[in-house]
């Protein structure tokens, strides 16, 4: 294991957090959707140092590759670690609330 990981955050989970940001600031404001946007980021950036202390994500993770998840307020950030590359890679963000089925077609497990 290494001391610091690459972060990088895929376009889709880019989408995720730009409609995470679009609905606070519709449904608070432009503030607090600052605030969200700043808090998952830093989150996000976190994954820099012990990545794979945080949880798996047991109901799509496989035999050949194990997602974790992190939470930030009620935010699932999932992501992947590539040992070999020393990366991270951010796949989704999405709300704790939603059903746990939808990851399981997003990420084609049965």
């Not at 700043?38 to 990545?51: S, V, Y």
């Not at 047991?58 to 990366?87: L, Q």
């Not at 939603?98 to 077609?105: G, H, Y």
Request: hydrophobic share 35%.
């Amino acid at each position: 294991m290494v001391d610091t990981y690459q972060v990088i955050t895929t376009p889709p989970a880019n989408r995720c957090l730009e409609d995470i940001v679009d609905y606070v600031r519709r449904t608070a404001s432009d503030e607090t959707a600052l605030y969200v946007r700043n808090g998952i980021l830093e989150t996000i950036k976190k994954l820099r140092t012990m990545p794979d202390s945080n949880g798996i994500q047991h109901n799509i993770s496989t035999e050949e590759i194990t997602y974790r998840r992190i939470i930030k307020w009620s935010y699932r950030i999932i992501f992947t670690i590539d040992e070999e590359e020393a990366t991270v890679y951010v796949l989704l963000i999405d709300h704790t609330k939603r059903d746990p089925e939808r990851l399981k077609r997003i990420f084609g497990v049965e």
